[in-house]
């Protein structure tokens, strides 16, 4: 009975009294300082309600701040900084704002050496004989508040235990340290780790000011080496070398470097394909002493078609991926100096796929590809992969696909013998990284480019002819030559304590040219799916208003691309009760082609038409929130799709047929966005 209500609130159990004055209590905070709150009683059988009456009057505003009057090191600084108050002349007396004064005075401090301050040192005094309703601030330090706490810092020696253990204790002049200079001593009995790369990751130097950004760029840098369990930061006055120095400890407890993992899993697909897998991977975290992070993986699968509808096949496919990546910008390193960068990361990724489909064909790819990563503050987060090299390659082809891929250009070349030399940069901002806010903003670009330098080096400077093939080729296979870019806007609005809005709007474009007459494949855009456009099966949207013929449908897919993406998504979700929510949400997108093709008529983009051709689905789901992961149910019905006007069905949602024929179930893991 508590689950789905509340016991009932007994009078005897309240106190308006104490309520009145808790209401003057926050209306004094927010500047009524002569407010009056009473209250009277309304009694009816067996229940009684309280209605309190609020006296007030015209607020008292801010009038001048007064700087302090000490001489110290911290009361100097803090006047230096004034002119940036929150407490600004004119505006309504608030004591969150003079609490929120304090934070940011505390914050810069902390930046510019004083580490023992706390906010809790500050006093404001309030006076309000001023006149004319307005309150003057005087700023103040408390009496008691420590010496070590109006003094700046300089930074130490620095002492790193890299093998720290829980309990055991430690001192920063035992025998056996490594000295690197600028007053660093390394402490690593297993010489587990290049001293080198633990001194680049700390960012405090003999000499430096305090400073609480480099304080947590330090830690953030040490747990991204990825070979630490635990990392903490100790700073001791060192009265010795001055009575303004801290001596930093740092506490470093190692993590396995290896591990070995295998995985089983049962794999179920949209084209009606299923079968089981199996993973494995070997890591090693420091594989060359630099933290260096090494990693093997395998897959292997096995799946056939388990529909009665369709004719017997079956696939299997196997994989290997490489990757090694350093905690350092390298070849050429660049920006691992500058202050607002945080986990560089340079990686370099070796890939080999393999697949076969009984009734299809055999093809494989390869891939390398070079990337630096890194994080500029606590929102922003960049990759930019200077090299990517991937192709793939067209083996066996069964009789009854052979007519259909050997003569179509766009899937020989665009889907099965793609040659891919380009870069890569992504940009990703997420303001829920700083905490849950009532408004939070995410941001994703990407951008693409491949096959202009080797364009250019073979038109321009070698002067090469395109040959019979009319495009240039690699090793004998054309390369791919375009350029693409594809954004994605995502906010997020609490509403209220259990609920809020989710919107999302996502859009992209690609261009092929030079060599290319397509997009690879694998750079095309399609729409529909548990993550997209919920009430359309996977990649059965557009482009534009195509329908695929009824003997075309089941591999449709083929053709369902497109070079322009558009969709949006609106979601409201809501508590239920206990791990389980619920939402209602809205779905509109599509894709079109740049040129009109014959395969896919309707499916051109045209500025005057383009929001015609809309698909639409609306729906509602509910979620299990098990803390570690989230389970999604969600269930769509379309309200406009592509190729036909008009309600694709009149909505009759209570109609076991209508919903048979038009809802669509949708199970995900994570929310859609």
Not at 375 to 401: A, C, K, M, W, Y
Not at 405 to 411: D, M, N, Q, V, Y
Not at 633 to 651: C, H, I, K, R, T
Request: net charge neutral; hydrophobic share 35%.
């Amino acid at each position: 009975r508590n689950r789905t209500g509340r016991p009932p609130v007994l009078f005897e159990d309240v106190s308006p009294s104490r309520n009145a004055k808790l209401m003057e209590n926050r209306l004094y905070n927010m500047g009524y300082f002569d407010s009056r709150v009473s209250w009277t009683l309304e009694t009816r059988p067996k229940r009684t309600s309280v209605n309190y009456h609020v006296t007030l009057k015209n607020p008292y505003l801010f009038g001048v701040i007064h700087p302090l009057e000490d001489t110290c090191a911290a009361a100097i600084h803090i006047n230096s900084i004034l002119d940036e108050t929150h407490v600004e002349k004119g505006s309504r007396y608030s004591l969150d704002v003079l609490k929120r004064e304090r934070q940011r005075i505390d914050r810069l401090l902390k930046e510019e050496g004083f580490f023992f301050f706390n906010h809790d040192h500050i006093l404001f005094h309030a006076d309000s004989t001023a006149g004319e309703r307005m309150v003057d601030i005087h700023i103040k330090l408390k009496e008691d508040t420590p010496a070590s706490a109006r003094k700046r810092f300089e930074i130490g020696n620095i002492y790193v235990h890299a093998d720290y253990l829980a309990g055991t204790g430690t001192d920063g002049r035992n025998n056996g340290a490594v000295y690197t200079g600028e007053g660093f001593y390394i402490f690593d009995s297993g010489r587990m780790l290049n001293p080198e790369t633990i001194k680049n990751a700390i960012r405090f130097r003999k000499g430096d000011i305090y400073s609480l950004q480099d304080h947590r760029r330090t830690i953030n840098r040490l747990f991204g080496l990825g070979v630490f369990k635990f990392v903490n930061l100790r700073f001791i006055e060192n009265s010795e070398e001055g009575d303004d120095m801290l001596d930093v400890r740092v506490l470093l407890t190692p993590m396995e470097s290896r591990s070995v993992s295998t995985e089983l899993k049962g794999v179920s697909k949209s084209n009606n394909f299923a079968g089981p897998g199996i993973t494995a991977g070997f890591t090693n975290r420091n594989l060359l002493g630099g933290a260096e992070n090494f990693r093997l993986g395998l897959n292997l699968a096995y799946e056939s078609v388990i529909s009665r509808q369709l004719p017997a096949a079956s696939s299997w496919s196997a994989g290997m991926e490489a990757e090694l990546s350093a905690p350092d910008f390298l070849l050429p390193s660049f920006l691992d100096s500058h202050r607002d960068v945080n986990m560089p990361k340079t990686t370099l990724l070796l890939g080999f796929d393999f697949m076969s489909r009984t009734d299809a064909f055999d093809i494989s790819s390869a891939k390398i590809q070079y990337t630096y990563s890194w994080n500029q503050g606590t929102v922003n987060f960049h990759r930019f992969s200077p090299v990517i090299f991937s192709v793939f390659s067209l083996g066996r082809v069964s009789e009854d696909f052979e007519t259909v891929f050997l003569e179509s250009a766009l899937l020989r070349r665009g889907l099965f013998e793609q040659f891919i030399i380009g870069s890569h940069y992504s940009y990703i901002y997420n303001s829920l990284l700083e905490g849950d806010r009532q408004n939070n903003i995410y941001f994703a670009a990407n951008i693409d480019a491949s096959g202009n330098t080797t364009y250019a080096a073979m038109r321009y400077l070698a002067g090469m002819d395109t040959g019979d093939k009319g495009y240039y080729s690699v090793m004998g296979q054309g390369f791919s030559q375009f350029a693409r870019a594809d954004l994605d806007f995502r906010y997020y609005m609490n509403i209220s304590e259990g609920s809020r809005l989710a919107a999302r709007l996502v859009g992209g474009a690609g261009i092929p040219y030079g060599n290319s007459d397509y997009l690879p494949f694998v750079k095309t855009f399609s729409v529909g799916g548990s993550n997209s456009v919920r009430a359309f099966h996977p990649r059965t949207v557009g482009p534009g208003s195509y329908r695929p013929e009824e003997d075309l449908q089941a591999g449709s897919a083929i053709y369902q691309t497109g070079e322009i993406r558009l969709e949006g998504s609106v979601e409201y979700r809501f508590n239920l009760t206990g791990i389980l929510e619920g939402a209602l949400f809205v779905d509109a997108g599509n894709i079109w082609k740049i040129s009109e093709e014959e395969t896919t008529p309707g499916g051109r983009f045209r500025l005057n038409s383009f929001y015609e051709q809309m698909a639409v689905g609306a729906g509602t789901g509910l979620r299990i929130d098990a803390s570690f992961f989230l389970l999604r149910f969600d269930f769509a019905f379309p309200v406009a799709v592509p190729y036909q006007s008009g309600l694709p069905e009149p909505f009759r949602p209570f109609d076991r047929g209508w919903r048979r024929r038009n809802v669509l179930f949708n199970l995900g893991i994570g929310y859609p966005f």
